[in-house]
């Protein structure tokens, strides 16, 4: 599991959200969110802003040290 992964389902857990409910929260879809959280698929900027938003923690929060400036996905 990627930290991406792991820190998207700990902040999801910590606010006691279903992954339904945060894909409503966050206008994602709900496979969007479990393919994240398994590590099988990369992060959308864009989507996984929401995502944060939605978990009210900064994009930064959920990317960690597995993103760094000047390195792209």
Do not use: C, H, P
């Not at 857990?13 to 945060?22: A, G, H, N, Q, T």
């Not at 698929?41 to 978990?55: E, H, M, P, T």
């Amino acid at each position: 599991m990627t930290e991406l992964a792991q820190r998207l389902k700990y902040y999801r857990k910590l606010r006691k959200m279903s992954v339904r409910e945060l894909a409503a929260a966050s206008n994602v879809s709900v496979s969007y969110i479990y393919a994240i959280e398994s590590g099988s698929r990369g992060s959308n900027v864009a989507k996984l802003g929401r995502i944060a938003q939605a978990l009210q923690v900064q994009l930064s929060d959920l990317w960690g040290d597995a993103r760094r400036d000047g390195q792209d996905e």
